[in-house]
């Protein structure tokens, strides 16, 4: 009987992954994931058997690794935290009596908010642009009442060729409940190869050089620049 | 010239943090932070020189590191991710012009989320319930429209001797947005030494379990429990 690990390997480099996700991925017998994020952590799973997929058969996938487990141990791996928009909850849904072991990791928001400074210091969200599951208007509607609340917001999956207006329009939503010089940041492959971001207010922020690879984090009311570092204080009552 | 470091050390077990934070621990001279947390990773931190403070200091102990730095290399320690409510704003917004490097980590939410299952699967928010630079009214309103907007919500600083009454009403006005079967966990020193957890619905839920040590998370809609797995569907549309 082996076990079947959902690994999240943190932002795709092997010095951000925990100590326990590597050790995880050592004692596995196989590798299974989407083949970019193997990729990524290729120089660990020389030695394995690997199971890697395309970026749409999450399902199979996960059904493979739990049929797979039955008899070796095995990897599943997610990019960030397999608990954030990875594959921690679907490989439950569909477990029926194998052994699993969730593995946290360094997320995507955490990740990109290092790269450009402390955006995340006060009460801020996550929220996926992606609408294969949920219903864009739920989106929107989530945009605004985040934007109402004043969280600092990330943006997941912030842009794909079936839905090229979605970041403007939900940036516009937000900018109705900010100043004009809010912070906003496109991060992308942040603290993995590739790494590259750039800064803008939420007036001239430019949806053109977002992609999927890319987190967006757009400031609350009190976020601000200072020397090109994008900066959220801790509360509200006295800023240092 | 010495550098000083900022590091997530994640939920407090060595086992947990990246490599990255790891390695600038070790090729830190000078460890500074909360001596709790010094101490969740004293084997580390043997051979160096300790500038451990209390909770409160937290602006003295920046300023401490930000000096120290001029001669020495130095390691600031938060537990979770450094940017999210930990020590990486303070020291940006405190800098002039001392070289900083921050090292994100896996914050609490995640930490407490992988220990019961997988309740971040979806949109997602981090509210601390601390009212130390916060007005209480904003957390409330907050906490409403982040309850309107359908999200999982991850509360940080849960509870504190000052405060006793501020969780039963925030998770009363969750509720308001909420059927009674929703889930939600309180997670007590996830993933370190003494954890345990406490599976509630919200119609069930005592907050007499909870104190700072804890994260408490309430799910989404959609969020159920199957075989004490707190799980949260990644989406709207299909449930698997």
Do not use: W
């Amino acid at each position: 009987m082996g076990k079947l690990r959902v690994i999240g390997i943190g932002p795709g480099s092997i010095e951000n992954m925990s100590l326990r996700a590597l050790k995880a991925i050592e004692d596995s017998d196989i590798i299974v994931g989407y083949n970019k994020y193997i990729d990524m952590i290729k120089v660990l799973t020389l030695d394995k058997e690997l199971y890697s997929t395309g970026m749409k058969g999450e399902e199979a996938r996960c059904k493979e690794a739990l049929s797979l487990c039955k008899d070796k141990n095995v990897a599943l791996i997610s990019t960030g935290d397999a608990g954030i928009y990875g594959m921690a909850g679907l490989i439950l849904e569909l477990r029926t009596n194998e052994e699993v072991e969730i593995i946290p990791g360094i997320t995507a928001s955490s990740a990109a908010g290092s790269v450009v400074g402390a955006p995340l210091m006060h009460d801020n969200c996550n929220i996926s642009l992606s609408d294969l599951m949920t219903p864009y208007e739920d989106i929107k509607k989530r945009v605004k009442l985040a934007a109402e609340g004043d969280f600092v917001i990330s943006l997941y999956n912030p842009k794909s060729k079936g839905r090229p207006y979605y970041l403007r329009e939900c940036i516009n939503i937000i900018k109705e409940f900010r100043e004009d010089s809010t912070p906003v940041a496109v991060v992308r492959h942040a603290l993995r190869e590739g790494q590259n971001y750039k800064l803008f207010t939420i007036q001239n922020f430019d949806p053109e050089v977002v992609d999927m690879m890319s987190i967006v984090i757009v400031g609350n009311s009190k976020s601000y620049y200072k020397e090109e570092q994008f900066i959220t204080p801790r509360g509200y009552e006295n800023k240092s």
